[in-house]
């Protein structure tokens, strides 16, 4: 498993910024997507964001697409090895969830 997982657990912040940018984005829609799909839970700072998105792009887990001419606002898509880092994260998160639920009795085990 160690060697599935390059740098994992991500943040948070990471794991939703990657989400995002499945479909080209840049940081104010970026912004928007994580406040609507956390229902208001997660609100990132101008900051925060664009420390996330400079920290992904060097990594190359995401990458600058081509822009318009004129058109400030850069979009970010993710790239393969961004989807691989995603899907080695949810494997890990559903691994802590499924003991977590066995551990608590809280539900019953998805054992897929």
Not at 38 to 54: E, M, Q
Not at 61 to 78: F, S
Not at 79 to 107: F, H, P, W
């Amino acid at each position: 498993m160690k060697d599935k997982i390059q740098e994992s657990p991500l943040t948070e912040t990471a794991l939703l910024v990657l989400l995002a940018m499945y479909k080209p984005n840049h940081g104010y829609g970026v912004m928007q997507f994580v406040e609507n799909r956390t229902h208001g839970r997660v609100v990132f700072g101008p900051g925060t964001l664009y420390g996330s998105i400079n920290n992904l792009a060097k990594k190359k887990w995401i990458t600058q697409c081509i822009n318009v001419e004129g058109e400030r606002k850069k979009e970010y898509v993710i790239t393969d090895l961004g989807k691989k880092q995603v899907k080695a994260e949810l494997e890990r998160i559903r691994e802590v969830y499924k003991i977590g639920m066995e551990i608590t009795g809280l539900g019953g085990i998805d054992n897929d």
